[in-house]
């Protein structure tokens, strides 16, 4: 089997991965009270330079660097968790240039840490770093020097990476943030579209995946999905929140609130309140059409409500929701039918207070009234920040083509396959855990099943037509499910109970499913087709990095540092067992025929870098 090779200490802490080129490899580590960019030689692991990025981040769920370096043109750009960008001759390590982007943009850092890996566009650093005006911004990369800003867009930073598309031959940068989903011109930063419906407040983490003209988001929380078509023209259509000057007519029953945006009028007290909210009630309202068709076909109209306080809502005069229970946000708290007599064409106004009893310095709000068979909502609103504001749920050049609660993916991401997207659904809400496969460009579920009833963090596999996924928890009681579409409906092929892994993504080869339980020490091949167990063995290790194959060989590092190397056939055969001599969480990296390793041990905050693989070079 495959030998250690070399390994190098000093690495530091992190879950940075590795950028590999012209025979060396950089990464970023934490060693002490700094955060590091290190290169080393990848035929010896000889460490060749370090240089300092910034300050060692510490978090509950482990400290040190997140995102991965970037190399162009003798170049490494690095994005360090507490905020500092640079640029170094990737040589020597000599500083290009080095900022926090957090000082520059006056933004703060976020719960867990930037994560984003710098996107290069042309002469262009594109990131995110979440300030005033400065939700996105480009960087001359040479130099360092701010190109634009996206004016405009305040949002806070997220967890994704942005990601380029060329849409109708014009270049946009989109970009998932804490609060949105934007898409930026690349050419000067300007504003083409903004969209807050997938938004979950707490951690937008899943990229983009854009497919010709179109981009899907997903995020959980009860947050769902969307696809919307970035070639769309807007019109306007008047439909903004009225201001305070607006004059109401007479409502036919109970009292108009009245309100606007950041600023809002207490109803007691009569007083701007604005930021200085606290156990006062705050209170909205806009004015909305409605298509004649829709309401001549009595169309089911349905009003989704999100809000972290109790609130009630009118639609012209009517009281249609009201709920007096603060809780977290959740998308969506509730649904209710709103009767299409109460509806006209023209002029509808819906009213809505919020009673902020909890006396919060910021509050929470987010509605969609929804018709059936309409291809977008009749209307629809988000807060946005710790502000109370409210905006249309997409501005700009996008048009929603749909939005829907059936996939809601927070941990695995999505897979995109002819016309299709697969993904696990209520990882991180209260809402039903599922396995969903949705028609991308329509938004139909063509089958989904109920069968996962805890969390799922690995990414969904496919063989030929059997569709596999994995849920369960950190106490156990993990399971397989295999599932098939037939004739529209979806038919449980087998599920899998013995020695399933939470955390780690089983492993396709051939017809062969190979899985290594993050609870117990036990590995397991199966027949993918069929769920005939193979083989089934102890190996006196446990995993939490998911297998990789290579030349009909897996790979996969246990959590205390062992790499077991599997021939990847119909029985069980071990070809090496290397001991990396300290724990890991990572999943190996293969280039130029070997593979390279992190480790990381949480108590001392430290890890180290191997080798394994052929010859010496």
Not at 27 to 41: I, P, Q, Y
Not at 305 to 329: C, L, R, Y
Request: proline share 3%.
């Amino acid at each position: 089997g495959p030998k250690l090779l070399w390994k190098a200490e000093g690495v530091g802490a992190g879950y940075s991965s590795f950028s590999i080129l012209s025979g060396r490899l950089y990464t970023m580590g934490s060693v002490g009270a700094d955060e590091k960019l290190h290169a080393f030689e990848l035929a010896t692991g000889k460490l060749l330079w370090s240089v300092k990025l910034g300050d060692h981040f510490k978090s509950g769920r482990g400290g040190g660097p997140r995102g991965t370096p970037t190399l162009v043109d003798g170049l490494v750009y690095t994005l360090g968790t507490s905020g500092w960008l640079g640029c170094y001759k990737a040589a020597d390590g000599a500083e290009v240039w080095k900022f926090s982007i957090l000082e520059r943009f006056g933004s703060k850092n976020i719960n867990w840490g930037l994560a984003e890996s710098v996107l290069i566009e042309g002469n262009l650093l594109i990131c995110g770093p979440g300030g005033e005006d400065s939700t996105v911004v480009a960087l001359d990369r040479k130099t360092g020097e701010t190109v634009w800003k996206s004016e405009g867009l305040s949002d806070r930073a997220g967890y994704a990476s942005a990601v380029a598309a060329t849409i109708e031959g014009k270049r946009q940068i989109i970009h998932f943030n804490h609060r949105s989903a934007v898409g930026v011109s690349a050419a000067d930063g300007g504003t083409l579209w903004r969209y807050t419906r997938v938004n979950n407040g707490i951690a937008n983490c899943a990229t983009p995946v854009v497919v010709g003209e179109h981009v899907f988001l997903t995020s959980d929380y009860g947050a769902g999905c969307a696809l919307l078509n970035l070639n769309y023209i807007p019109k306007k259509d008047g439909n903004e929140w009225l201001k305070l000057d607006f004059v109401d007519a007479k409502w036919a029953s109970g009292k108009a609130p009245v309100g606007y945006g950041e600023s809002a009028i207490g109803e007691k007290e009569g007083t701007i309140v604005g930021e200085g909210l606290m156990g006062k009630p705050l209170l909205f309202r806009r004015t909305f059409a409605v298509a004649q068709e829709l309401i001549d076909s009595k169309a089911a109209f349905k009003l989704s409500v999100a809000s972290d306080n109790s609130a009630t809502v009118w639609i012209n005069g009517q009281e249609v929701d009201k709920e007096d229970v603060d809780h977290e946000p959740l998308y969506w708290n509730r649904t209710v039918e709103v009767a299409a007599e109460i509806l006209k064409k023209e002029g509808n106004l819906i009213a809505v207070r919020v009673n902020n009893n909890s006396g919060s310095s910021d509050a929470f709000l987010d509605l969609q009234l929804d018709a059936e068979g309409a291809p977008a909502p009749v209307i629809a609103a988000s807060s946005d920040g710790w502000k109370y504001t409210v905006g249309a749920v997409t501005s700009g050049a996008a048009k929603q083509v749909y939005s829907n609660k059936d996939l809601q993916n927070h941990h695995g991401g999505v897979i995109y396959l002819d016309g299709k997207i697969y993904g696990h659904s209520g990882g991180n809400s209260t809402l039903r855990h599922k396995f969903v496969c949705m028609d991308f460009k329509t938004g139909k579920v063509l089958w989904e099943n109920d069968c996962f009833t805890m969390r799922s963090c690995s990414s969904p596999v496919i063989a030929g037509d059997v569709i596999m996924g994995t849920c369960g928890s950190g106490g156990g009681g993990n399971y397989l499910v295999a599932v098939t579409p037939a004739k529209g409906k979806v038919k449980e092929v087998y599920r899998l109970k013995k020695a399933i892994a939470y955390v780690p993504t089983p492993l396709i080869r051939n017809d062969l499913m190979f899985i290594f339980s993050d609870k117990i020490d036990v590995a397991s091949c199966y027949q993918a087709s069929t769920g005939k167990m193979m083989w089934q063995k102890r190996v006196d290790a446990v995993f939490w990095g998911s297998p990789i194959c290579v030349e009909d060989r897996i790979y996969i590092v246990s959590r205390d540092g062992t790499v077991l190397v599997l021939a990847a056939i119909d029985e069980y055969k071990e070809l090496a067992r290397i001991d990396l001599g300290a724990p890991s969480r990572s999943t190996p990296c293969i280039s130029g025929g070997r593979m390279y390793i992190r480790t990381y041990d949480s108590a001392k905050e430290s890890g180290r870098l191997l080798s394994i693989g052929g010859k010496k070079r």
